[in-house]
């Protein structure tokens, strides 16, 4: 019987059919583009539009890309390879690669050192980013500053030992005495760093500099791309705290210092940066006598980071108004002090509402570096707009120069930025 | 509270400055370095090269009064000045001299307080037209487009030399000189319009430069040179000598290929005295007898400078025009050394 009906009835199917494909309009690349590029005519028109857009752009930019000249000593030879063909003259980055980076007075044999200053900040900096690394490591970036310092200016080593140990005696002093008055500590530690300095500036020798194991390099010969670095890197961290301290003063009860916070972060405000710029270039130099100026670089790096710290203590500000009041008094009601409350309940919560509004400052701050070119600095767009665009062989040439000035500002920013939206993701606790 | 502390800073600087400039030469001897005041880059005139090194014309001045005071012609820390940086950073004492192709004009010499201690260049504003347009006088441009930068007085002086003469143009507008390039190479305009040395200059970078012609016509006077604070003459007569020694040598025959042979005397008294081998000239200004040879023999005399640097030869070209002897038609006059 079982036989019979096997092999007599011929519809009943004796296993599963296998699915077959779906349409060929409904599967693949057809699908993704019938849904996301032609769903209707308004959508299709925009697409071909844009296609059309794109193949202009990649129709002008790459021939003018892959015909690009690297080899060459000059313009003049580039347009000779060219023979009126469109196409790029790199050769001025192959050239002048080393000015654009590095300034064109850093001597070429010490390149090592801001680079192995970079490597070892990128060290410095992993702790105080990703707080999942070892806590140990801080310690090296507590020492990080007078170490880049050293590598690269150069000159005795004594001079940055003398202001980690100025730093030193000062920590000290606070650790002491701070606990039984906070005043007491806060002054004692700063006199106790100036006389260290004091002491010790005066007990380097003349002429410590002139045989030292790393060639002094002074300010005016740091340049290009390196500069901004070192300028967008200094100024934002001395601005975060000094941003933090002013966002509290200002909301501080004791009228002296809330006037002072006020006045400070108005008046910066509201003075351009570049106004700050020239008083640190111009009329400094009449308050000192000619032979004793504060080194440009500092002056600089004083200027920018009062105007970011103005910026930054606002974006605090906001920060912490959002917090509600009941965090205050709940810190208040656990008996917490002032700085504990602060330290474990307000600030932990109001930094991290204030995160894009810091990143967002800090990535203008570091574009703004390049406004330094114009108290003839040579920073990367000093350098371009400067000597190279000055000089004989290479004057017209535009795209280019600032091309790679763009992607190299683009690689940082975006760095930033990516770090930034890791960070929100990271501190997230509200499980919206 | 903000006007007083401008007020304060002013009085600080005259204090500052009259302070600074007592006695210059003796602070650059003592220092063993000359410090001087450039461009932060200008073809022809001031810019490092690949290796970093400054080159150009103005930068031959700072060199030939390191020569000529230290002995040294690489004695010098050169400071890079922006347009609105150079005053302040001489009249504070950051810079001993400034050669920064500066236009000496009455307010920048008596106001502002400085010394312009000779001319060692006349530029004046010229055009520049495409060949094909087939115009040859500044005169012949009526009913023209001119690319012009706004907000200098090269506008002004436009519309002087146009209503002048009375024939009409059209002005277009530019910001920045690489923005009037890219207009006037377009099409935008048919004459472009600024100083005859940055025409020069501009016309180098083209891709091709023989194809655009810059008319005879100046049509205004920029008489560029380098300047020193008031109130110290004896370091301006050194770096006015220096000058002079370089336009005299010229006049004179000296280059720094003959030098040598000329320094150990020769028929003319005046190079003898230019020179060191007669005289006391060098210890008049407080210098060594072959101050000015040594200037001479590192950068060599006016005509070598302006040949190796902006000359026909060089990239960018320029003529000599009023910058020859005047011997030869030119203004360069230099009194005589005696």
């Known amino acids: 019987m079982s036989d019979q009906k096997t092999n ?42 844009a296609l059309l857009v794109i193949y202009v752009i990649l129709s002008k930019t790459l021939p003018w890309l892959l015909n ?75 020492i990080y500053p007078f170490l880049a310092f050293w590598l690269i200016w150069g000159g005795t080593i004594l001079a940055p030992i003398v202001a980690l140990l100025g730093f030193a005696a000062g920590a000290f002093v606070f650790q002491t005495y701070g606990k039984s008055s906070f005043a007491i500590g806060f002054f004692g530690a700063i006199v106790a760093a100036f006389a260290v300095w004091l002491i010790g500036g005066a007990l380097i020798p003349d002429g410590a500099s002139d045989n030292a194991m790393l060639q002094a390099v002074p300010s005016r010969d740091l340049g290009g791309f390196m500069l901004n670095l070192m300028l967008g890197v200094t100024c934002v961290s001395l601005s975060l705290p000094l941003g933090i301290a002013l966002a509290l003063g200002r909301q501080s009860d004791m009228p002296l210092i809330k006037w002072i916070c006020v006045v400070f972060i108005e008046f910066v405000r509201g003075v351009p940066l570049i106004t700050l710029l020239f008083v640190a270039s111009v009329m400094l130099a ?41 965090q205050y008094e709940a810190a208040d009601s656990l008996g917490l002090d002032y700085p504990q409350a602060m330290r474990l309940i307000i600030l932990p919560q109001a930094l991290k509402i204030s995160i894009p509004g810091i990143v967002n400052v800090a990535v203008g701050l570091f574009k703004d570096t390049t406004l330094v070119s114009v ?18 062989e290479w004057n017209g040439v535009y795209w280019e120069l600032l091309g790679f000035a763009a992607l190299l500002f683009f690689v940082v920013c975006y760095g930033i930025s990516q770090y930034s939206q890791w960070l929100e993701r990271r501190l997230a606790t509200d499980h919206r | 509270m903000k006007k007083t502390m401008i007020l304060g800073a002013m009085a600080f600087a005259g204090l500052a400055a009259g302070a600074a400039s007592a006695g210059t030469l003796d602070d650059v001897k003592a220092r063993g370095k000359l410090n001087c005041g450039v461009t932060t880059g200008l073809v022809g005139f001031a810019a490092p090269n690949a290796n970093g090194e400054w080159e150009g014309f103005d930068v031959a001045v700072c060199r030939a009064v390191a020569a000529a005071v230290l002995g040294d012609s690489t004695a010098v820390e050169f400071v890079p000045t922006t347009g609105k940086t150079r005053f302040t950073a001489l009249a504070s004492g950051e810079i001993d001299m400034l050669a920064r192709n500066t236009t000496w004009t009455f307010s920048r010499d008596v106001d502002l307080k400085f010394e312009f201690v000779g001319i060692n260049y006349y530029d004046g504003q010229g055009f520049m037209v495409p060949k094909e347009l087939g115009v040859s006088s500044a005169k012949e441009l009526d009913g023209a487009t001119v690319c012009i930068q706004t907000g200098t007085t090269t506008e002004l002086n436009l519309a002087d030399f146009f209503r002048s003469n009375n024939i009409s143009y059209e002005p277009v507008p530019v910001e920045t000189n690489a923005e009037a390039q890219q207009q006037y190479l377009a099409g935008a305009c048919d004459v472009y319009t600024t100083d005859a040395s940055g025409l020069a200059s501009t016309r180098a970078t083209f891709d091709d ?104 030869d060089s990239p960018v070209g320029l003529a000599r025009g009023l910058n020859a002897q005047w011997t030869e038609g030119g203004l360069l006059y230099s009194p005589p050394f005696r």
């Open chain 1, 8 to 49: 007599s009835i011929a519809f009943v199917a004796d296993g599963t059919i296998p699915p077959s494909p779906p349409p060929a309009g409904e599967t693949g690349p057809v699908k993704w583009l019938r849904e996301n590029l032609f769903s209707n005519a308004v959508n299709s028109a925009l697409t071909i539009a």
């Open chain 1, 286 to 326: 009449y308050f000192f006598p000619p032979e004793s100026t504060v080194d440009l670089f500092l002056r600089v790096v004083i200027m920018i980071t009062m105007f970011s710290a103005a910026y930054i203590a606002e974006v605090i500000r906001g920060g912490l108004a959002a917090l509600p009041k009941g």
């Open chain 2, 209 to 312: 430069p023989a194809s655009h012609a810059i008319l005879p016509e100046i049509i205004s006077k920029e008489p560029l040179g380098p300047l020193v604070r008031h109130g110290d003459h004896e370091w301006g007569d050194v770096v006015r000598w220096t000058l002079n020694a370089m336009i005299a040598a010229e006049e004179l025959g000296v280059t720094s290929a003959n030098i040598g042979e000329m320094a150990a005397g020769t028929d003319n008294p005046e190079i003898n005295r230019l020179l060191g081998a007669e005289g006391t000239l060098g210890e008049m200004l407080g210098l060594s007898a072959d101050w000015a040879k040594n200037a001479i023999a590192s950068q060599g005399n006016y005509g070598e400078v302006f040949a190796k640097n902006i000359g026909e």
């Open chain 1, 68 to 142: 690009g000249v690297w080899t060459t000593n000059s313009l003049a030879e580039c347009r000779e390879v060219l023979q009126g063909k469109t196409g790029a003259c790199f050769s001025v980055l192959t050239e002048r690669w080393n000015q654009l980076l590095y300034g064109f007075k850093y001597p070429g044999d010490q390149y090592w050192r801001p680079n192995l200053a970079l490597v070892l900040l990128l060290v410095a900096i992993a702790p105080v980013l990703f707080f999942d690394l070892p806590r140990k490591l801080l310690a090296f970036t507590a």
């Open chain 1, 375 to 392: 108290i003839s600095m040579f920073d990367l767009v000093g350098m371009i707009r400067g000597p190279i665009l000055a000089s004989t």
